[in-house]
């Protein structure tokens, strides 16, 4: 047989000559199977390529300028290189290190004259072929060698060497653009080579493609680098704008025209990744989205409007209008409607019927770019519109349809009856080049939408989000239009990356949108159509989820979801959005793609945080497990490949959770008290094995036991969180089951498995605090029994979370196990066993000292939650050892320990005025009087720190200058640290830090007012500390800051403690000044404070007429009379009537000492302080204001007590 079929017999062979394979036991973890040469290399092994590359670069280097037939041996060995393929993501083992690839391009550079035009091309070849493949990072001296080399050849070469010149020139600046300054000025300046190059006028398509792809990779900014100078990023920019603001050359290649365009789109790209819009106001901006929003729709069947040249943001609004067929001609298929299907009308059918009968084969349809467009399948309750037979089945039956078909448009307006192979060839690669036009536009789209200001995006919405649904003609042209029709899910997927962007951190803009009122018929509110962009935008991609195939795809589509629900204001619109929402997703739970899953957990994360608890939300929680698997069915597009978990045959919404649901109807009290069905789902997620394995998540023969991937369970764990922190009153009948998963997680070897269990238990300690806080009124029923809520921590504290505290190789962890400890119940906490207290205690106390600065901080932010305890607060030796434990972390390097310790110590000081209230003298005789020093000290200091350290600093010293007792303060040594901790104070209240720490300094001051031990009348501090009050309250900007330092004003007891006439005087002037001006404010969210500061300082200047004594009734009587007394007098009439006052004017009434006053009460406080006045005996001119004083008094009683 052999010789008859001309091949050799095969030899023998031996066994000697079998090269000896070690036994591999065969298995899913062994590695794949590659056969072995004669020569022991594997197959295809990539040193050929090295040995090649080792040979030609050390016969280039051996090559002089001046070497005989060094022409020949350049061409020959340029050939040899260029013919090697060394691309790593083929062969990745190759291994050609960047510094010989930068010493042979720097030597050969030298060998090849410009002259030799020819081997100039060939050697641009060649530094494109080794940098693009090897992908190697130059060296400065070697980029600036070729960088010369390159630009010296497009001065010196002819042009027809110029494409090749620029691609070198491209793949050498890539990245690169900061480190070629001295070369921009030749390339980019006036009358550069790549502004001539990629100019609208050059006829050269591939030229100016090249040209425009070189000035991209100088715009492109890798991380770590400085970016390019902003006078050629500008230059730049305005050349991609004008190119693709440019129309297609006449006798253009439409593919060439395409690949400009893409170039184009690419340097655009590159110009606004990175940073804030930096290139021009609203009319540069505009002209950018409206060239992006018509290459969005690049090669569209159908889409032929006039697009303007700018878009305006709201209340300019732009309307996209058909371009009407001249009267005299027909109209050619390019101009047709842009959506029959939205239209619906009799011309989109014609058309439609003109274009050939049939429906497309998978040939046609398949796309080109490896997968790059795959198919979109019908959705099954369309298939029965749309014909299988004939294409005019399909034509009539689709024009039929009110509602815009699912089913992609696009793919729809051709068949491959119409082309031969060669055209069908062609009109594929165009619609691939099409596509990628529109992906590169989305890009930019993306790019300009994360660089913009967000409030200057809002206003060209109505551009790319419509507001309305499509009722009567055509749809609009909007990202909406690319997600439901594009037939490439890339594509579909970067326009809802967009949308993503878009809707990612819109929450405030969204806020406005309302649709609960009836609707007006004379004109439509803005938040009404905010709404209905809200519902168009519920609605659109519902139907993208219903016609999506692609798996990838698919997940963007339920991260837009995510994004819109957890920034749409649900509370303000009609209900109803979210339950279709709901059901709809639950047979995605079980996808097979794990992206899919988690993407949906995500969705239902936002679903339960989204102003939570929300009613509909509440409502959905309490459905039973199967109470929709009628409805949830029909929304899946192919159960086929959603129901793979399942084991047998039957296709249910729902994962079936591990405890069953009951067969009969639940009463309501049963379905209250049974857990929701996504907690249920979220606990089987994360403990039960897979129902079943799919190759997609990699499970092998043994793996029907394998938990859900990991992704998966990190996700449900959030969810389960999310769920606690919304719905803890839901939540709270599977206490302890979640606890049990909580203490499963934390018993594992993963460590983020570990953290999201932390944080699990630390939301339930949470909710439960929430519900036993007395100002959330909920019911004694409605708790968690005081019983379970000890038994649960019992538990908690006896199993892994120990293990979690002590783990010193998870910092992090660490520090959540913290958080979980300071969020127990305080009255739980009491009644653990005192060696759990202990422990708890210990534990913290020691996490102090270590040394990573997220555990340090959790831990003393756990101890400023456990001084408030009831139970441990009143030990002074746990006070002590908390106080010096935050002492010394108040000296940290760390900021953020700084500012918790901060926290803490304000935390520690109230509780030293409680004990010094509840318990009285013999606490505040226990505490050492060298700690309070040291705390004062301190304090002090930390009030010069930074403002988050500061705003609690200022509370601490406020406390601790109300606690100390006359026996320390006539210590001389808390003399200084008493003077500079008010001088502390004081600079605060005039500094510019922000509002909050002013507004605690001002607090801090009225606190220590309130200590009888203060010398307020004679101390050198106090003139200081009452002329910083005078000034805030009468010139800040802050009203609650206003509000405050008036109270902090009505503070003092006795009018000794304001010092002489002139001072008080002065305090006076200030308030009545500050109440004349309590609505000037520039800033309408000040204004709404306006009414609690007036009603704080009518509050202070009767405060101060209560204790004025006879030597202040000149200046009083000459302020209360004339206009300014009747002004006064107003005001005082509705504070002593009631009649506004809020909030924050009662806190401030609290903070000094009169909340619970009612109307009769001021009234009697008046009669008493106008007695009192009377009685007064006073000298000839005081006489006369005592007069003026008292008569004011009379007037005001007689008007207050008037009906």
């Known amino acids: 047989m052999a010789a008859q079929t001309g091949l050799a017999a095969p030899a023998p062979v031996s066994r000697s000559d079998v090269p000896a394979f070690r036994p591999v036991v065969l298995s899913a973890e062994a590695a794949p199977f590659a056969p072995l040469g004669t020569d022991g290399w594997r ?57 010989e690839v930068c010493s042979l391009l720097r030597h050969t550079s030298g060998l090849v004259p410009l002259s030799q035009e020819h081997l100039v091309v060939k050697l641009c070849q060649l530094v494109h072929h080794l940098l693009n493949q090897l992908k190697v990072i130059m060296d400065e001296k070697t980029l600036d060698v070729l960088v010369n080399y390159t630009t010296g050849a497009l001065k010196a070469c002819s042009s027809w060497t110029h494409s090749d010149v620029l691609l070198a020139l491209s793949t050498i600046v890539y990245g690169n653009g900061p480190q070629c300054h001295q070369h921009l000025s030749h390339l980019l300046g006036e009358d550069g080579v790549l502004l001539l190059y990629s100019s609208p006028t050059q006829p050269d398509m591939e030229l100016r493609r090249v040209a425009l792809t070189c000035m991209a990779n100088i715009c492109l900014r890798m991380p770590g680098q400085p970016p390019l100078d902003d006078q050629y990023r500008s230059v730049s920019f305005s050349v991609f704008l004008k190119t693709l603001q440019s129309p297609k050359p006449p006798n253009t290649d439409e593919l060439f025209y395409c690949m400009v365009v893409q170039a184009a789109l690419k340097g655009l790209q590159c110009c606004l990744s990175g940073g804030k819009w930096k290139f021009g106001g609203a009319e540069e901006l505009g002209s950018v989205l409206a060239s992006l929003k018509r290459l969005m729709f690049q090669g569209a069947p159908g889409v032929n409007v006039e697009w303007p040249a700018v878009l305006y943001p709201a209340p300019l609004p732009q309307y996209e209008g058909l371009s009407a067929p001249k009267p005299a001609e027909a109209p050619k ?135 309305s649904p499509p009722i009567g003609g055509p749809p609009p042209l909007t990202l909406l239009t690319i997600i439901l029709k594009d037939p490439s899910p890339k594509v579909r997927a970067c326009a809802l990356q967009v949308l993503s962007a878009m809707l990612d951190g819109s929450r405030q803009f969204l806020a406005v949108a309302e649709d609960t009122a009836s609707p007006r018929t004379s ?207 839901l939540a709270q009948a599977c206490l302890c089951e979640i606890g049990q998963v909580s203490a499963r997680c934390l018993g594992e070897t993963d460590p983020s498995i570990q953290l999201h269990g932390a944080k ?29 809520v000890v038994l649960f921590w019992s538990e908690v504290l006896s199993g892994p979370l120990n293990r979690a505290l002590q783990n010193e190789q998870h910092p992090t962890l660490q520090t959540s196990a913290c958080d979980t400890l300071s969020s127990i119940l305080p009255q739980a906490f009491a009644q653990l066993p005192d060696k759990t207290q202990l422990m708890c205690i210990t534990v913290l106390l020691g996490l102090t000292y270590s040394e990573n600065y997220l555990v340090k901080t959790a831990a003393v932010r756990a101890l400023g939650v456990y001084i408030l305890f009831p139970c441990l607060r009143e030990d002074v030796m746990f006070v002590a050892d908390t106080a010096n434990t935050i002492l010394a972390a108040l000296d940290d390097r760390s900021p953020n320990v700084r500012a918790k310790a901060a926290w803490s110590l304000g935390n520690l000081t109230d509780t030293l005025i409680v004990n010094m209230e509840s318990v009285g003298v013999d606490f505040q005789e226990e505490l050492s009087d060298m700690l309070l020093l040291k705390m004062l000290q301190a304090a002090t200091r930390a009030s010069a720190d930074k403002d988050r350290v500061k705003s609690n600093a200022v509370r601490a010293l406020g406390n601790l200058l109300h606690f100390l007792r006359q026996s320390q303060l006539s210590r001389a040594v808390f003399q200084r640290p008493l003077e500079d901790a008010v001088r502390a104070l004081v600079k605060t209240v005039q500094s510019e830090a922000t509002m909050k720490v002013r507004w605690n ?113 000149p200046a009083l009587g000459a302020s209360l009379e004339g206009e300014e007394g009747r002004a006064i007098k107003e005001h005082l009439i509705k504070y002593v009537r009631a009649e506004e006052g809020g909030g924050e004017g009662e806190q401030g009434e609290k903070e000094a000492g009169g909340d619970s006053s009612t109307p009769q009460q001021r009234v009697g406080g008046l009669q008493q302080t106008l007695i009192r006045l009377k009685e007064l005996q006073a000298e000839a001119e005081e006489e006369r204001g005592k007069e003026v004083v008292v008569q004011f008094l009379e007037d005001l009683l007689k008007s207050c007590e008037e009906p």
């Open 760 to 788: 699990l238990l630390e939301e339930l300690g949470t909710g439960i605090i929430q519900q036993y806080r007395a100002e959330n009124n909920v019911p004694e029923s409605s708790r968690v029994p005081m019983s379970q």
């Open 333 to 467: 298929p390019s101009e047709t409607q842009r959506d029959a299907t939205g239209s619906g009308k009799n011309s989109g059918n014609k058309k439609r019927k003109s274009r050939g009968k049939g429906k497309k084969t998978s040939t046609e349809e398949s796309r080109g770019d490896d997968g790059e467009e795959n198919d979109r399948e019908a959705v099954p309750v369309l298939q029965k519109f749309e014909g299988r037979d004939g294409g005019q089945v399909e034509a009539e039956s689709s024009s039929k349809l009110s509602a815009p078909s699912l089913y992609p448009s696009w793919k729809r307006t051709s068949s491959d009856s119409e082309f031969s192979d060669p055209e069908g060839s062609a009109q594929c690669k165009l619609r691939l080049y099409h596509g990628r036009v529109r992906q590169g536009a989305l890009h930019c789209l993306l790019a300009v939408a994360k660089g913009v200001e967000k409030r200057t995006l809002y206003g060209y919405w109505s551009s790319f989000i419509p507001d």
């Open 523 to 729: 004109y439509t509110p803005f938040s009404f159509l905010l709404a209905t962009a809200v519902r168009e935008l519920h609605r659109a991609l519902s139907l993208a989820l219903l016609a999506e195939t692609s798996p990838q795809t698919l997940t963007q589509v339920i991260k837009c979801l995510a994004y819109l629900v957890a920034n749409a204001p649900y509370h303000r619109l009609r209900p109803g959005l979210l339950s279709p929402l709901w059901k709809q997703m639950r047979p995605y739970i079980r996808h097979r793609d794990v992206n899919v899953r988690v993407s949906v957990l995500t969705l239902y994360g936002a679903l339960v945080t989204t102003q939570a608890p929300l009613p509909e939300v509440q409502l959905l929680l309490r459905q039973p497990e199967g109470s929709n698997s009628s409805s949830a069915g029909s929304f899946t597009p192919k159960d086929s490949a959603l129901s793979w978990r399942q084991r047998d045959s039957v296709s249910s919404p729902s994962r079936t959770p591990p405890t069953p649901s009951p067969r009969g109807p639940r009463t309501p009290a049963e379905e209250d008290s049974s857990p929701p069905w996504l907690l249920q789902l979220c606990v089987s997620l994360v403990t039960q094995p897979r129902e079943d394995q799919s190759d997609s998540d990699g499970g092998g023969t043994g793996g029907g036991l394998a938990l859900e991937p990991s992704p998966v369970r990190l996700e449900a764990l959030q969810v389960m969180s999310h769920l606690v922190r919304g719905y803890f009153s």
């Open 43 to 99: 197959l295809g092994s990539p040193s050929d390529a090295e040995k090649q590359f080792s040979r030609c670069a050390a016969r280039l280097r051996a090559l002089r300028a001046d070497s005989g037939q060094l022409r020949e041996e350049l061409n020959l060995l340029f050939d040899q290189l260029l013919s090697e393929n060394y691309n790593r993501a083929l062969e990745p083992n190759i291994n050609i290190r960047p510094e």
């Open 1001 to 1113: 300094a001002c607090y801090a001051l009225g606190n220590a007012f309130r200590n009888p031990a203060l010398s307020l009348d004679s101390a050198p501090w106090s003139s200081d500390a009452f002329s910083s009050l005078c000034h805030v309250v009468t010139s800040c900007k802050n009203f609650k800051v206003r509000i405050k330092s008036a109270a902090a004003l009505a503070v003092p007891s006795h009018r000794g403690c304001y010092g002489d006439m002139e001072r008080f005087s002065c305090v006076w002037r200030s308030l009545a000044k500050a109440l004349e001006n309590s609505e000037d404010t520039n800033d309408f969210l000040e204004y709404r404070y306006s009414a609690s500061l007036r009603h704080t300082l009518s509050q202070a200047l009767l405060h101060l007429l209560s204790v004025s004594q006879q030597q202040d009734m």
